[in-house]
């Protein structure tokens, strides 16, 4: 065996492309060839790309290499060459990344309305990567005190969240917090990490783990259900001391007045958690118009670029940042020229009267006056105002799963009813759809399940539930009681067919009889079924024979009938609204519906825009449910329209053989009948399947 000292010079370190190079250079020779860092005493096979990364090597840092085998003296001299040329990309790149950094523009898909100009503010899941290095003797005591330091920094950023979640999600919902800080104040938890910090001489990020999982096992194995979801508390804090202890700054209180945060994937618990007074806008890699994280973005009114792809890595926080979400853009680094015209824009946009001026309350009428009904869907109590303000006819879809968000975990019977009855009371006369937990898919599941492999054709919603059903039976009580002080119905999501709405109306009304034999305050429900995946389109009639009324929950309905994760950024150009298939299947819905004399309320994305409302009025809907702040621009349309030249155009469109040529025609058709509502900035645009913007022409062009 031969071992040489090598020496990293290049500027980025052994960054992901450099390793890559010398993966490939070592897996060239039949020797095994290794890399030891001195500092910290790591040593990884030069052949796996991963265990080269996790050396984690920045310049300056000095390597053993080693290659032991029948070609080890040439294996190190390619080595060594390697590191000598700085992996091929020595001075020109170096020297280019000390200037002023190029604009750059990205194109994602944007899913929430506004231009923002500000700094990104890196958001990273610690949590990811755990590694495990040796702490040397001398270094023992300063690892504890690391461990103690982030101890207390956790403990400061929970205190301040637990004044602001009062505020913002409620007070019932605040006191989660008091068992968080309870975790950190636990010398059980804090003496076994410092004791293995000790005893095995690893870093505090590798003891946490360790100590974590073995009390979650602990937890997992625990027969009470609500003990057992406890669990959940002890990841939330794991995850926020693994933070601490990166270094990254995620102080909410810190966050700079323009703060845009940038994340390679944003669960919707992570949006929920984000202190809105001070986070500007949202760019993340990954994610879809109808992904759970852009519904609550629209509904908190935070601009939002999603599927940016590989913009995360190449971003710093601090760094200059446009978010254009009208223009499906981003751009990094803008020029003073860009800024300026950007700058220019704003005002002339603050200047012109916008959507929220428009303040009519209650149902719209078309031109022929067909009444339809304008309701809000609702996640989070900051929402919540916005159904008076835009004048919503009650709550049309309740998310109740947004209520265990900041939990990470359930909440008890009595919370829950405390939560119905505030929605209840905003909802007012009209009253409120409660949805069961839709937990599962790309909702919260971190926190209720293990990974699913196919989650979202997994034990998500209705399945869920009926899976767990004291978890179901505890929700079905609070809402019933709720329901005693105001106007609620339940919507059962997902269901696949009539077996599963008889399961669950079984259930609800057992509960309803355990209620009253124990002389409790209630009152009985409406039970409404979503029909959001093809079975449950396909047996409509029959569905619609045993329920109250239909919800069509559209963004579901265009995933599952044309079999496109809707919240994957790859298959986005799959993800079309506006196919024939999925007009069909809304066609046969509302038919079931009326046929049946049940009410059908269609929520879902499609019900937000103006263009698509077009066709579902046509089709006959007459009862919406969309995010508040997009009322007024379906107000506008739908008082602009008549019923009968939209039924023409849907059943044109019901004719046509592929979403381009619906797409087609309505951009035709819209334009040529109602030219003063509709032009191409509130159209599908040609080949693409992206949101209607309010403009396209680009200032920065
Ligand atoms: C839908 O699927 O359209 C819907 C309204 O529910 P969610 O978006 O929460 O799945
Ligand atoms: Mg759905």
């Known amino acids: 065996m031969i071992e040489r000292t090598l020496l990293i010079k290049g500027r980025l370190g052994l960054h992901a492309r450099a390793a890559a190079k010398l993966v490939r250079v070592a897996s060239g020779f039949q020797s095994q060839v290794g890399l030891r860092r001195l500092e910290g005493d790591v040593t990884v096979d030069a052949k796996s790309i991963l265990s080269v990364l996790m050396l984690a090597a920045s310049r300056g840092t000095e390597l053993q290499a080693f290659a032991d085998g029948v070609d080890e003296e040439a294996a190190m001299d390619a080595i060594e060459q390697l590191f000598a040329e700085e992996f091929g990309e020595g001075k020109p790149e170096v020297s280019a990344i000390t200037e002023t950094p190029q604009e750059i523009r990205f194109n994602g898909l944007g899913v929430s309305d506004g231009i923002v100009i500000g700094q990104v503010l890196r958001m990273d899941d610690a949590t990811q990567r755990v590694y495990r290095w040796r702490v040397a003797a001398p270094d023992l005591d300063r ?27 409620g007070k019932e919902h605040a006191y989660i917090f008091d068992a968080h800080l309870l975790l950190l104040e636990d010398e059980k938890l804090i003496g076994d990490v410092e004791h293995l910090i000790n005893t095995e001489h690893v870093n505090a990020e590798w003891a946490l783990k360790v100590i974590c999982d073995r009390f979650l096992y602990l937890y997992s194995e ?13 990841e939330d804090v794991m995850r926020r001391l693994l933070v601490a202890l990166s270094g990254v700054q995620f102080e909410t209180r810190g966050l700079s007045e323009d703060a845009v945060v940038v994340s390679q994937d944003l669960l919707p618990s992570a949006v929920a958690e984000l202190d809105l007074a001070h986070t500007q806008a949202l760019a993340t890699d990954t994610g879809g118009w109808t992904s759970h994280t852009a519904i609550l973005a629209r509904g908190v009114g935070i601009p939002a670029v999603v599927g940016l792809r590989d913009f995360y890595r190449r971003t710093r926080t601090g760094d200059r940042i446009i978010v254009d979400s009208t223009r499906n853009l981003v751009i990094l680094h803008p020029s003073s020229a860009t800024i300026e015209r950007y700058q220019a824009e704003a005002t002339t946009r603050a200047s012109r009267p916008g959507p ?125 009681r709720a329901a005693a002080s105001g106007l609620l119905k339940i919507v059962l999501p997902m269901v696949a067919d009539v077996s599963d709405v008889r399961r669950a109306q079984a259930i609800i009304e057992d509960e309803a009889n355990h209620l009253r034999e124990a002389g409790v305050r209630f009152a009985a429900v409406n039970i409404g079924a979503m029909i959001e995946v093809p079975s449950a389109v396909l047996m409509a009639s029959r569905i619609a024979q045993i329920v109250d009324f239909f919800e069509l ?31 069909h299947s809304i066609d046969q819905s509302l038919k079931a519906g009326r046929q049946a004399g049940i009410p059908v309320i269609v929520c879902g994305e499609m019900a937000s825009t103006p263009a698509y409302v077009v066709l579902l009025i046509g089709l ?17 349309a739908i008082a602009g329209i008549d019923t009968e030249n939209a039924r023409r155009i849907a059943m044109d469109c019901l004719n046509c053989d592929t979403a381009e040529e619906v797409e087609g025609l309505v951009r035709d058709r819209l334009t040529e009948r109602w030219p003063e509502l509709f032009d191409s900035s509130n159209l599908p645009a040609p080949g693409k399947v992206r949101t209607v913007s309010s403009t396209n022409s680009d200032p920065a062009d």
């Open 143 to 169: 690892e504890r005190q690391r461990f103690r330091a982030a101890v207390s920094q956790a403990s400061d950023q929970i205190v301040a969240i637990k004044q602001q979640a009062g505020e913002r999600f």
């Open 222 to 234: 625990i027969k009470d259900d609500y003990l057992r979801e406890r669990g959940s508390d002890i």
């Open 356 to 480: 929220t001026d428009l303040k009519p309350q209650g149902p719209v009428h078309t031109q022929d006056g067909v009444e339809v009904l304008l309701r809000a869907n609702v996640e989070v109590p900051s929402e919540f105002s916005a159904v008076a303000t835009y004048g919503a006819s009650g709550v049309g879809l309740y998310r109740s799963e947004f209520l265990l968000v900041r939990r990470g975990g359930l909440v008890s019977e009595d919370e829950q009813r405390v939560a119905y009855e505030a929605v209840a009371k905003v909802a007012g006369d009209h009253g409120a759809v409660i949805r069961l937990f839709d937990l599962g898919g790309d909702n919260l599941r971190a926190q209720f399940q293990e990974p699913e492999k196919n989650s979202a054709l997994g034990l998500r919603a209705i399945r869920f539930a009926l899976a767990n059903e004291a978890v179901m039976r505890e929700q079905v009580r609070a809402i019933l």
């Open 553 to 583: 929950g559209t963004n579901d309905l265009v995933q599952y009938t044309l079999a496109v994760d809707r919240g994957n950024d790859e298959v986005a150009d799959w993800f079309r609204t506006l196919h024939p298939a999925v007009l």
């Open 620 to 636: 006959g809907a007459t009862d919406l449910s969309m995010t508040p702040s997009a009322i007024p621009r379906v107000r506008r």
